[in-house]
């Protein structure tokens, strides 16, 4: 079976795991904070707060900026249904901006005209989360100036984009938003196992978030209202525990020693199908200049959408496992439930139609490349 994507773990990583399960502490010990200095550093940023998923990581990031009900949140249609669950976790209205239909991702045109509209009527979003679908950033340069002018907090869902860049930055310095959220997921570019992480360059939302993913709760001395002694910590909101194991940062610490190579073999891979499958009735992956993609996926856009179903589950039928990324939020039942409809995202929804994820990830060996890429020949009769 080949699937679409799959972790790649090292003697090295397995070797640090066991050091921590020798260890004295397998939470809240020495491992998060290391974790979470490493990656901010990789990224460029001051403040990381390591949690169990990139959904609580979310969340938590929703909360910190203050989503609340009668907030508004907007996302891409194109992304796991998570991006747009968090807002609704904070009582929040949830919309969607349409997708740029080359790049897939959250359209900017498309963003400021919706604004445009919810100025006049009063409606304009607190929180609007581009997403970085398949490791490609989102033109942040432009969103950023949207959320000047209409007054709107950034958070970067780049769920598939750990160790890719725009524009000279590395994904996650926060250049262009007020926080970033990584996921840690097996199929994801690095694992924890499960596991997320927020960045951000603004202290006083680190705070909040490292308060939120532990009850609430702080202990730190310049933080308490009074000192009772030694012993005495305070909740000062409702948080959760949505802390990350320290076997899950050990793990992921390791991981992130790779993350360049990773990238590396992603982009060869990358360039291998361009070429395998250029000339066949399909849309490859664009290149935007400014773009460093981390090629979490890689997808094709059939020209045929009436072939998608034949194709899926023709290379299925061969043990090649593609999928598909992603079913428009808004046709989800739970969201439909809400009033959203057919018809609302034409870009996303013609996108959806259209898509597959070829398998993509660091052992994906040549053969096996090439095999899919000639069980796809076959499904297609080329
Ligand atoms: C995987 C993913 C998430 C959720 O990540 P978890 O760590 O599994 O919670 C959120 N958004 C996007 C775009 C994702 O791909």
């Avoid at 997320?196 to 202290?203: P, S, V």
């Avoid at 066949?280 to 773009?291: A, E, F, I, K």
């Avoid at 398998?359 to 490349?369: G, I, K, R, S």
Wanted: glycine fraction near 6%; charge should be neutral.
């Amino acid at each position: 079976m080949i699937p679409y994507g799959r972790q790649n773990i090292s003697d090295g990583d397995i070797q640090t795991v066991i050091e921590v399960l020798r260890s004295d502490f397998l939470t809240q010990g020495p491992q998060v904070p290391a974790f979470e200095k490493a990656l901010a550093d990789y990224c460029g940023v001051s403040h990381g707060v390591a949690v169990n998923s990139a959904t609580s990581a979310l969340h938590i990031a929703c909360l910190a900026l203050g989503l609340s009900p009668g907030d508004r949140l907007w996302t891409s249609p194109i992304t796991f249904v998570a991006s747009a669950n968090c807002g609704l976790f904070c009582g929040a209205t949830v919309d969607f901006v349409d997708i740029d239909p080359h790049s897939y991702n959250m359209c900017p045109k498309a963003l400021e005209a919706k604004l445009i509209k919810a100025q006049h009527e009063n409606t304009l979003p607190k929180v609007v989360i581009p997403v970085h679908h398949t490791g490609q950033a989102c033109d942040m340069q432009a969103i950023a100036a949207l959320a000047k002018k209409y007054g709107f907090r950034i958070i970067e869902d780049a769920s598939h984009a750990v160790g890719g860049r725009y524009r000279n930055h590395a994904i996650g310095s926060c250049e262009f938003s007020d926080i970033t959220v990584f996921s840690f997921h097996p199929v994801k570019i690095i694992t924890s196992a499960e596991g997320g992480m927020a960045l951000t360059n603004d202290q006083t939302l680190a705070h909040r978030m490292v308060e939120l993913r532990s009850h609430g709760i702080t202990r730190d001395r310049t933080r308490l209202t009074r000192d009772e002694g030694p012993w005495y910590y305070e909740q000062h909101n409702l948080g959760f525990n949505f802390r990350m194991t320290e076997i899950q940062a050990a793990l992921g610490h390791s991981q992130l020693s790779r993350l360049n190579s990773f990238i590396e073999r992603r982009h060869l891979i990358a360039h291998r199908y361009d070429s395998l499958l250029a000339d066949m009735p399909l849309d490859t992956p664009s290149r935007l200049p400014y773009n460093v993609s981390a090629f979490h996926l890689y997808v094709i856009l059939l020209h045929d959408a009436s072939k998608r179903r034949k194709v899926f589950e023709g290379l299925q039928a061969k043990g090649i496992c593609v999928n598909v990324h992603y079913i428009p939020v808004h046709r989800q039942p739970y969201y439909e439930h809400m009033g959203f409809h057919a018809g609302q995202f034409p870009a996303a929804e013609n996108y959806y139609r259209r898509a597959i994820s070829l398998p993509m990830y660091p052992d994906l060996a040549d053969e096996q490349q090439d095999r899919v890429v000639s069980e796809l020949k076959t499904v297609l009769d080329l």
